[in-house]
């Protein structure tokens, strides 16, 4: 994280993780050949197989594997919460590697990447696509500062669900402080309609165990809400909440099989994308 | 030390305030910004868990101003051995006010009206005076100050009750006002009470009943420096009615049946509403008719007319059902009817309009007690001697004969009043005849357009009635013609009214015991306007009153009235009474004594009276004066002022204490957070 540039960021952390290739559960255009298939009306005359055709008498249409179109869309909370940070840097910060991270390594594979960026409601939106320059844009889109003085964990999922009708991968990064009702329904309907889903729960060590030094008074970064806090006296209830917090998030994920997973920003980020491809390879 | 006002050092008590939160350990100066904080609820301040003070520099200048601001309200400061102010030095001057009045008859109010001076009186020292008034419809000096001097310090409360309990209340009205104003004078006018400088002080004994008079006491400018303590006494029994007479009405002479009416009015606190009312035996033992029964609410009165009985209206009626006697007999005295006679010469006839006789006859008072009837004479021939006996007035407006003129001096002489209109300069004749001169110097006048009345001698009972301002304008009263009398030569004549040309329009002459009244134009409407003027028939009337007989005899009065001179009674007491001629009359009780409900002492501060204030304490003027001789040696020293400075200075420190405290602290106070 001490590098400035974010693009410059995530191509480090791809380095050495070039052997995540993913099998493409489309079949289209490419120069790789799977299987035959019995021609049927209708069947696009181009990809008649000629020369069986001269050998047997027979029609069969060539099939051939797909390697460009994974769709990976990644939607990126872009609330004033992600703004907090205690080790230096910000969660927000820390999360935009992420995806630019996982953005780079998808278009380096020749897939293409879209994002939608929301706080209290859909602030911004790239389709995916694998275009030159195209990575670029997303990187600066990335890099925006951080709005909105709520978090609204299902908008973007409704309007995703809305904008893109393609099945594909999405990526939900989000520290997910913020009521939690009918996230599990936007997931359910996400995940129902083909997308593969995968949740990154991005926290602060802080946030977890409100290591906050003296009392004071404590302003939310959202709401602007102020309480004078102690939070010698107010740990124990909060590391309980916000645990039982986490765990449902984590619930809400398994029950429809989604991939969770919670990174402090203290961990290494390469830690991060390794288990995300271990899980995708174990898929 | 002493202090003015010890309770403000309870405001010391605030030194807990710094104390406790010195023990907090709460630094509300920090402000952090943290992600979110909905699973987080505010924590209260906690203690310092080993009760350690912070800042006990800071805690001690604090304490320390709290402390000193405490002080300083509290006014505190030396007591000094000091004279005595003058005040309490000089004696008290005390007037004691002892209402006598009728309502003070009430059952048990009088003995606590003397238990009430002699409380008083136990109060008044060696060095003070007291004077007892007492007071009804007039002020009267039970003792009076020179009285108290006089005696020997140690009879001298002795005397005044003495002198107490051989009053006792009477029959007069309140005059509550009066009797105020006349003690507060007494108070301040005197050269001693000038030159006093002790509290002066009236103690007002009364029942404070809403009927007193206040009189003057709301334009009464009432002095500062008299104080009024009121001491009222209370009745055993709320209930009290009362009953009065109230005027006939004008046609009662010609109702079937004669009644009397009387009014019963209940007082506002009573708890009775039923009461009986009818005439009494002379021997008082009974009623004669049946009593009426009448329902009064408190606080209302209800009119009853009663059947004068046939042996006449003069008696007693008495009201029964009440808890308090004193008001309730009335006495009656109804008047007798009179008949006067007027005897009269003129050439008119009585239905002639144009004539004096015509509206003579109307002006003459025809009322239920007096009937005046006209009897006209014959010019010619003397009038029977009875006949002139009889009459009380003689008008003549024509020429007499000689005989006649004659028996009508005669009767002058004797002493009646006689009035000539000469409606001619042919008149002076028997002008001169009834006058026994030789001759008169009567000529006939004719102004160029009309003549007025326009020097009036408003002091001759003729013209008495008009005296006043708003009756006084005679101008109105236009003149055709007139008679000119030269008054020189005739011996006591007076002209008591002049016409605008300077002659003489009415005369007063003088004969014998008599008098003749000379009007020198007449009241016909072709001499003059004066009969119909308003003018007339209260001329008519005075010229009746000075013949002798009053118009509008009077046999009612209330207690303490001056009565005309012939009665040869005094008003001291209710009852029927005859005067020398052995007319009945009846004195009665005022009607205010009767609302017995107390009155409010807002009232009566509201009608002017000073501010009330029950009578002090020996105690409480102990403590009033050490209050003050506390108050002026605090005024004097004025520590407050030491201290309040000394507490600007002691928080100028504290602030500039806590300003460095703060300054070094704020650094050393960031907290975690990152902002975009």
């Given at each position: 994280m001490t590098l400035r540039n974010l693009e410059l960021r995530a191509r480090t952390v791809v380095e050495g993780f070039w052997t995540g290739l993913h099998r493409s559960p489309y079949h289209g255009f490419s120069a790789e050949f799977t299987e035959y298939r019995q021609y049927s009306p209708g069947d696009d005359p181009r990809y008649l197989d000629w020369k069986v055709y001269a050998r047997s008498d027979r029609s069969f249409i060539k099939k051939f594997e797909d390697e460009t179109n994974l769709r990976c869309h990644l939607l990126f909370d872009r609330s004033r919460s992600m703004n907090y940070g205690s080790t230096g840097y910000s969660k927000g910060q820390y999360a935009a590697t992420l995806a630019a991270t996982v953005a780079h390594f998808l278009h380096s594979q020749g897939d293409a990447v879209g994002l939608l960026a929301f706080d209290d409601q859909m602030r911004e939106y790239l389709p995916a696509r694998h275009r030159p320059g195209h990575l670029r844009h997303l990187m600066l889109a990335l890099e925006k500062p951080a709005g909105g003085h709520a978090t609204h964990l299902v908008e973007p999922l409704s309007r995703f669900a809305a904008l893109v009708r393609k099945r594909g991968l999405v990526i939900y990064i989000s520290?997910?402080?913020?009521?939690?009702?009918?996230l599990e329904t936007g997931l359910a309907t996400l995940t129902a309609s083909g997308q593969e889903v995968t949740v990154f729960q991005v926290l602060d060590p802080r946030e977890l165990t409100l290591e906050l030094g003296d009392a004071a008074l404590y302003e939310?970064?959202?709401?602007?809400q102020r309480v004078y806090l102690d939070p010698a006296t107010s740990r124990n209830g909060y590391q309980a909440r916000i645990t039982a917090h986490c765990e449902a998030v984590r619930s809400a994920c398994q029950q429809h099989g989604i991939g969770y997973h919670r990174l402090s920003?203290?961990?290494?980020?390469e830690l991060a994308l390794f288990e995300f491809l271990q899980e995708r390879r174990r898929a | 030390m002493n202090f003015l006002s010890p309770l403000f050092l309870l405001g010391a008590l605030a030194v807990a305030g710094p104390v406790l939160f010195h023990l907090i350990r709460r630094t509300t100066r920090h402000r952090a910004l943290f992600s979110s904080l909905m699973f987080l609820s505010p924590s209260p301040p906690r203690l310092t868990e080993r009760s350690q003070f912070e800042h006990l520099l800071l805690l001690i200048l604090r304490c320390l101003a709290l402390g000193l601001l405490a002080l300083g309200f509290a006014r505190p400061f030396w007591r000094q051995a000091s004279a005595p102010p003058a005040a309490a030095a000089a004696g008290r001057r005390v007037v004691i006010l002892l209402d006598v009045s009728a309502s003070m008859r009430r059952t048990g109010l009088w003995p606590q009206a003397q238990d009430r001076v002699a409380s008083i009186l136990r109060t008044v020292g060696p060095a003070d005076q007291a004077a007892i008034l007492t007071f009804g419809r007039r002020l009267t000096p039970l003792l009076s100050f020179e009285a108290w001097e006089a005696a020997p310090v140690s009879a001298r409360t002795d005397l005044a009750l003495r002198r107490v309990a051989a009053a006792a209340p009477g029959w007069e009205e309140a005059h509550l006002g009066d009797a105020l104003i006349s003690a507060a004078e007494l108070l301040t006018d005197g050269a001693a009470d000038r030159a006093s400088s002790g509290p002066r002080q009236i103690y007002l004994i009364s029942d404070l009943k809403a009927g007193a008079q206040l009189g003057g006491l709301p334009a009464y400018d009432w002095p500062k420096m008299v104080e009024l303590a009121l001491e009222p006494v209370k009745a055993n029994h709320p209930t009290n009615a009362g009953i009065q007479l109230i005027a006939e009405s004008p046609d009662a002479d010609q109702q079937a049946s004669p009644s009397v009416r009387v009014r019963v009015s209940n007082a506002a606190d009573s708890t009775r509403e039923q009461f009986q009312v009818g005439w009494a035996l002379a021997n008082g033992s009974g009623n004669r008719p049946a009593p009426t029964d009448i329902y009064v609410p408190p606080g209302q009165s209800r009119v009853v007319a009663l059947p004068v009985p046939p042996g006449g209206g003069t008696g007693k009626i008495v009201l029964t059902?009440?808890?308090?006697?004193?008001?309730?007999t009335l006495y009656v005295a109804v008047p007798q009817k009179q008949h006067w006679t007027v005897l009269y010469w003129g050439a008119d006839q009585a239905g002639d309009v144009r004539g004096p006789r015509y509206f003579l006859e109307r002006a003459l008072p025809q009322n239920p007690h007096l009937a005046v009837t006209l009897s006209a004479a014959s010019p010619d021939q003397p009038a029977p001697p009875a006949d002139l006996a009889a009459a009380k007035l003689y008008f003549a407006t024509g020429a007499l004969s000689a005989a006649a003129a004659d028996a009508l001096r005669a009767e002058l002489l004797r002493g009646k009043l006689m009035v000539l209109a000469p409606p001619s300069a042919a008149a002076a004749v028997t002008l001169a005849r009834l006058l026994a001169v030789p001759t008169v110097g009567l000529t006939d006048a004719v102004p160029a357009d009309y003549a007025m009345l326009g020097e009036i001698d408003f002091h001759h009972p003729l013209f008495s009635p008009f005296a006043d301002p708003h009756y006084s304008d005679f101008t109105k009263i236009h003149i055709w013609k007139y008679r000119r009398l030269q008054?020189?030569?005739?011996?006591?004549?007076?002209?008591v009214a002049r016409f605008d040309r300077g002659d003489p329009a009415v005369v007063d002459i003088p004969v014998g015991q008599g008098r003749l009244i000379v009007f020198?134009?007449?009241?016909n409407p072709s001499d003059s306007q004066l009969a119909i003027s308003s003018k007339f028939v209260p001329m008519v009337a005075a010229l009746l009153d000075l013949a002798g007989g009053k118009t509008d005899a009077t046999t009612q009065f209330t207690v303490g009235d001056a009565l005309p001179a012939g009665f040869g009674a005094d008003s001291s007491s209710p009852g029927l009474y005859a005067t020398k001629a052995g007319a009945a009359f009846a004195v009665n009780l005022a009607a205010s004594e009767s609302r017995t409900e107390p009155r409010v002492a807002d009232e009566l501060e509201r009608y002017g009276a000073p501010g009330i204030k029950r009578a002090p304490d020996p105690a409480q003027v102990k403590e009033q004066a050490a209050r003050l001789l506390a108050a002026d040696a605090e005024g004097r020293q004025k520590w407050w002022r030491w201290i309040l400075g000394a507490t600007f200075l002691v928080l100028l420190l504290e602030s500039a204490l806590a300003g460095w405290t703060a300054r070094r602290v704020a650094p050393a106070a960031s907290m975690g957070g990152i902002s975009s």
């Open positions: 520290d997910f402080l913020a009521p939690l009702e009918r939310d970064m959202e709401t602007g920003t203290a961990d290494p980020l | 059902g009440d808890q308090e006697s004193f008001d309730n008054l020189r030569g005739i011996a006591g004549a007076r002209a020198l134009t007449g009241w």
